[in-house]
């Protein structure tokens, strides 16, 4: 496999492939398991050969979110990434603050963190291990590197974990262990916010027709095409340039917002019909609504931000509503991010636009 990476570069389909490949070898066969593992210890040591096709995986990977989001509007740049590697020269001086403070403790050759608290059904401490006895280390040291850098270097004093909801069990060990170790102040906020699993019709994790795992550019490329033949059904007369690009406004919005109006922890059934309605709480609601305010200050020839204070003329019934719900919105705001609920901005947006609509009838 090497000497084939060294004539091309693979694409992100090779590497899934690949480590489907390599997980179910990995676990039917305990030779290739040991290798595994003796290379990832290689690539943590920095072995140049190892270090060279990771870069690549990464180089691969990395180009395959970028564009993901940039479909999405989501502003990450390289800068903004640190990997794992990143804080792989702290990993040590991680292990022996944890024998300073007196946390560490060796188990079966592992050393681990016995935080309080933590036990297993038949009532066992349950450990933390930071480093494997083959001298490898594992999430929770870097985990526990990154918490020492983001409050240390970047100056957080509040770290928002967002990952799958089964994750929770390793995030409330990690913060007790980290607040043990003086890694992170009191004053300092850690929080995970999980979140839960998208369905399918079966009401089982959402996959392809052929049972694999759907990638996010492929549920993005669907929405678009189906939005496309939503846009051509209602405005035929309309260029396809402009219904594409129409399409993919609305489809790839209509996949975020189901998302985002679900409440975060919980599971949900993803639904194409539901979420391209232009009827309920749905993007393609929000948007016909916006696009109707565009319509109107278009019309007006009026400027964003003209109407600053519309107090002195606010009387009819229908305008008192919109300019109550309009005065909650900063209130909202300090809600969703005081609790990491970006449903209620969800749930918010789609009252205002109902109560929009009244007005707009009125």
Not at 34 to 48: F, N, Y
Not at 90 to 102: F, N, P, W
Not at 145 to 157: E, N, W, Y
């Amino acid at each position: 496999y090497s000497a084939t990476l060294r004539m091309q570069t693979p694409n992100i389909g090779d590497l899934e492939e690949f480590y489907r490949e390599a997980r179910a070898l990995y676990d039917s066969d305990p030779d290739f398991a040991a290798k595994a593992r003796e290379t990832v210890v290689m690539l943590q040591r920095g072995d140049s050969h190892i270090l060279q096709l990771w870069k690549m995986f990464t180089k691969v990977s990395l180009r395959h979110c970028e564009a993901a989001y940039e479909r999405l509007g989501i502003l990450l740049t390289r800068d903004d990434v640190c990997g794992e590697s990143f804080y792989n020269d702290d990993l040590a001086v991680v292990i022996d603050d944890l024998r300073t403070a007196g946390l560490l403790q060796e188990s079966q050759g592992a050393q681990c963190v016995f935080p309080a608290g933590f036990e297993d059904k038949e009532g066992n401490p349950q450990p933390m291990i930071v480093q494997k006895s083959d001298g490898g280390y594992l999430y929770a040291t870097t985990d526990l590197a990154a918490i020492r850098h983001r409050i240390g270097t970047l100056g957080g004093d509040r770290l928002l974990y967002v990952t799958d909801a089964r994750q929770a069990f390793h995030f409330k060990q990690l913060f007790t262990v980290a607040q043990s170790a003086g890694f992170a102040p009191e004053a300092v906020s850690l929080e995970h916010v999980p979140f839960g699993m998208m369905l399918g019709d079966d009401h089982r994790p959402f996959k392809t027709r052929d049972g694999g795992v759907i990638k996010l550019v492929d549920l993005l490329d669907e929405a678009a095409e189906r939005a496309y033949a939503f846009v051509s059904a209602k405005s035929p007369e309309l260029p396809e340039a402009e219904r594409r690009e129409i399409a993919d406004v609305v489809g790839i919005g209509s996949v975020k917002y189901a998302d985002l109006s679900q409440h975060r922890s919980s599971d949900y059934v993803f639904a194409w019909d539901k979420m391209l309605s232009l009827d309920g709480n749905t993007a393609p609601y929000l948007q016909y609504a916006y696009a109707r305010i565009r319509s109107i200050f278009r019309k007006a020839e009026l400027a964003d931000g003209a109407l600053a204070d519309l107090s002195p003329h606010v009387e009819a019934p229908a305008e008192r509503l919109l300019a109550v719900k309009l005065l909650q919105f900063n209130e909202m705001l300090d809600v969703v991010a005081a609790e990491s609920a970006p449903h209620q901005l969800c749930a918010y947006l789609y009252d205002l636009a109902g109560a929009f609509m009244g007005f707009y009838e009125a």
